[in-house]
């Protein structure tokens, strides 16, 4: 009988805590997205002219003086970690899908291999899969009357030297916001989602239940998936193609918070995406939608791993974020060397 009693207290405690996690959504609960769903957000969710026809910024614009001083007053304890993670010099299956990244030292002694000063080259590519980056607004484009354009209707015009408009040279010197990071693994408690795991409004919204915080306008955004501890894990794998992240439903809410930067430590986008069609906008609709529409650059493989822990530790999910551009003539991005302060 005491056995009968203590399996049923055990069995109502684990129930409680059962039910005290949040409930992940699952794809079975959510109707299938189309092509054609994507191209009507394309429309409904633009921000062309929102800032003046000539604009070339997008979603950098709501950070404005004010947004930075209330950033700034997030600084409590000093403390700084590292968003970014640089590109693998070793080759993998999620890198150099964009050319071999190489580091080479300049005049050293073919008798002695010692170089003769401290001086060193470095070549990569901006979108390689290890790399964290910026995409800039030309990165992605949406078709009108037969024509490629570019955020803000601009015509995408590329040749050698890279993006006549909507280049990252034409986006500012940086950010200075308030950081919000959303840690779907914590929430769920796992360590890492697993590839092919989508994020949709709801967990958005239940994470800001669980990290009392509500995500404004202005406010750069970074969803972890756990990508970089999957990958210490059981190693590399190919995250353009197999990735936990973002479902193309959660756009019309990161539209309505107004957000002025999204990133996510693999391509942002769930792969597979699950929109029905062809197309670069039914394979990357939160590519498409956020870069092409709503003007918001990406962050695609931050490094989330350190701001976890440091978030967790103070459980606040909120600092000051920085972050200065590579001001590349007419480039397609810029290497993103972010950092958190607390």
Known sequence: MKGFFLGLVLGSFLAMLAAAQPKAATSAQHPVITIEQVNKWETELSNWGRWGKDDE???LNLITPQKQVQAAKLVKDGVTVTLAHFASLEKAEDNFNFGPTKHEMFGVDPKTHIP?????????????????????????????????V?????PQELDEKGCKADGIDRMGPG?????????IPLMRGVDYLEPGTPIYPEDLEAWEKYAHVKISSG???FVRTG???RREKVGPWNVGRQAAGLDASTMPWFKQRDISVLGGDGVNDVQPSGVQGQGEAAGRPVHTLTI????????DNAYLEDVAKECAKRK????????QFMRIPGGTATPFNGLATF
Do not use: K
Not at 150 to 154: I, K, P
């Open 57 to 59: 910024r997008g979603s």
């Open 150 to 154: 570019v955020f803000n209707g601009h």
């Open 116 to 148: 003769r000063f401290a001086l060193d080259m470095i070549s990569f590519g901006i979108h390689d899969g290890t790399n964290s980056h910026m995409d800039a607004l030309c990165h992605y484009r949406l078709q009108r009357d037969g024509q490629w």
């Open 227 to 229: 990508r970089w501890a």
């Open 316 to 323: 606040r999910w909120e600092f000051l974020t920085t972050a």
């Open 175 to 183: 950010i200075f916001t308030r950081g919000i990071l959303v840690d």
């Open 219 to 221: 406010d750069a955004v």
């Open 292 to 299: 092409a529409v709503l003007g918001v650059p990406l962050v």
